[in-house]
């Protein structure tokens, strides 16, 4: 509690009431808890706490649950770049039923998880994605090699080798970052490691350039050109504005003519059909006639 310089009480007993504690808010937005706001996902609901201190947070702290009389049970505090969680009971049995509940292994690795800033590593990237040094750094220190003093903690240096052959310095006389722009396997060697196995990337394409589905004219110009396709005023595309219902109308009155037309023809050559089948048909009985 000293070094997070709050105000703590002296020990509430809860059993002293008749009734043990429970937890009566939980701050499901902070990263621990963010999993467990699906009560499917766990519950903690049979937490008991039968002991446990007064702890007065600061106005910056963040309380992340408390007790069901209002009393603090988990604050977090921010101190430099760093994390500490103060929880006010146990991890003990002495005081609370905690350790012996299905939630206590589940949710105390979530908790160092967080307070260590860990972050599981990423199994693939994407072209265009930047890989910077501290993550062949964080393979080395999660293999336990890190404390060795000829180690790369103490050397943070690297070669990268690219997919086509290509061999970029990374770390002390180099970027502290490199692009990932070619598909296939970045080679990481770190300086100091001796014959360890270099950590090896996989780069893959993006799978959105496998998207077969239509492009609008609009994206397709910009994807192409590498620029916004022309509108009008009223925000329409030139290349394909969109039709308003009245301009769908004018299109379609103009198969009306068309159909108009259509049969007017028909009417003509079924007259002039006529005219010239009477004309035959006098012709041949004048020629019977004679």
């Known amino acids: 509690m000293a070094s997070l310089a709050l105000t703590a009480g002296a020990p509430v007993e809860r059993l002293s009431k008749g009734v043990s504690g429970t937890l009566g808010f939980l701050d499901y937005s902070h990263p621990v808890f963010d999993d467990f706001k699906d009560p499917r996902n766990g519950t903690f609901t049979g937490i008991r706490f039968f002991t446990y201190r007064t702890l007065t ?8 649950a408390r007790f069901d009389d209002g009393a603090a049970a988990l604050v977090e505090r921010r101190v430099g770049s760093g994390r500490v969680i103060a929880f006010t009971s146990t991890l003990d049995p002495s005081w609370t039923n905690f350790p012996t509940q299905l939630m206590f292994p589940v949710i105390v690795p979530e908790i160092l998880k967080y307070l260590g800033q860990y972050e599981e590593p990423s199994a693939w990237y994407t072209v ?9 750094i964080g393979a080395i220190v999660r293999e336990g090699s890190a404390g060795d003093i000829r180690d790369v903690s103490r ?7 690219s997919p086509s052959g290509a ?9 502290p970052s490199i692009a990932l722009a070619e598909q296939g396997f970045y080679s990481v060697r770190m300086q100091g490691t ?4 270099p950590y090896e990337v996989a780069v893959n394409l993006d799978p959105a350039e496998s998207d077969l589905s239509a492009l609008s004219p609009t994206d397709f110009l910009g994807n192409a050109t590498g620029r916004a396709a022309a509108v009008t005023p009223a925000g329409q595309t030139l290349e394909k504005p969109e039709l308003t219902a009245a301009d769908m109308e004018k299109k379609q009155s103009f198969w009306w003519f068309l159909l108009v037309g259509g049969v007017l023809a028909l009417l003509a050559e079924a007259v002039l059909a006529n005219r010239l089948s009477r004309r035959f048909g006098a012709g041949l009985l004048q020629t019977a006639g004679r």
């Open 57 to 64: 947070p600061s106005a910056t702290d963040r309380v992340l």
């Open 128 to 136: 265009g994605r930047t890989l910077d040094i501290s993550v062949p």
């Open 155 to 161: 050397k943070a240096s690297a070669v990268v080798v």
């Open 167 to 175: 061999q970029t310095t990374m770390g002390e006389g180099g970027p």
């Open 194 to 197: 001796g014959e360890r196995r």
